[in-house]
C-alpha cells in the first residue's frame, strides 16, 4: 500500500492551509507529523482488520480518487475563499457542496464496486 506513505504529509498540507484541525500540524523534532502518521496509521489499522483483503486491493483505486477530490475540492475552496479571516456564508455554502460532493462520490464508488453490472444481472 505505497500509495499511503504520502497520506500523512497530505493531512500536514491540508492543517496548515486551515482545511483540517490544527492537531494535524503536530510535527516531531525530525518534522515528521505525528498526529497525522497515527491518525493514518490507525485508519489502515482498523481497514486491514476488518476488510477482506481482495476488497482491499480493488478499493485502492477508489481511495486514491475520493483523496484526488477532496485535495482539489480544498484547493477551490481556497481560491473562492475571502482572506479577511472571518467565514462568510459564501465559504459555509462551498463546504456545504464540497462535503456533498465527496460523500457523493465515496457512495457512488462503493455502489459501483459492489454492483453486478453484467448484463444477466444475476
Sequence with gaps: YMCFLAQPR??????????????FLDVDNR???????????MLLI????????????????????VAFDLVNCCVIMLQ???SDGQESRTQRLLGAAVASFVVLSTLTAVFLQH????????
Design 10 to 23: 497530505v493531512f500536514y498540507a491540508l492543517a496548515k492551509d486551515g482545511l483540517l484541525p490544527a492537531r
Design 31 to 41: 518534522g515528521v507529523p505525528r498526529f497525522a502518521t497515527l491518525a493514518t496509521g
Design 46 to 65: 482498523v481497514c486491514g482488520a476488518l476488510l477482506p483483503f481482495a476488497s482491499l486491493a480493488n478499493a485502492i483505486s477508489g481511495g486514491v480518487c
Design 80 to 82: 473562492l475563499g475571502e
Design 115 to 122: 454492483a453486478d453490472l453484467s448484463e444477466g444481472g444475476g
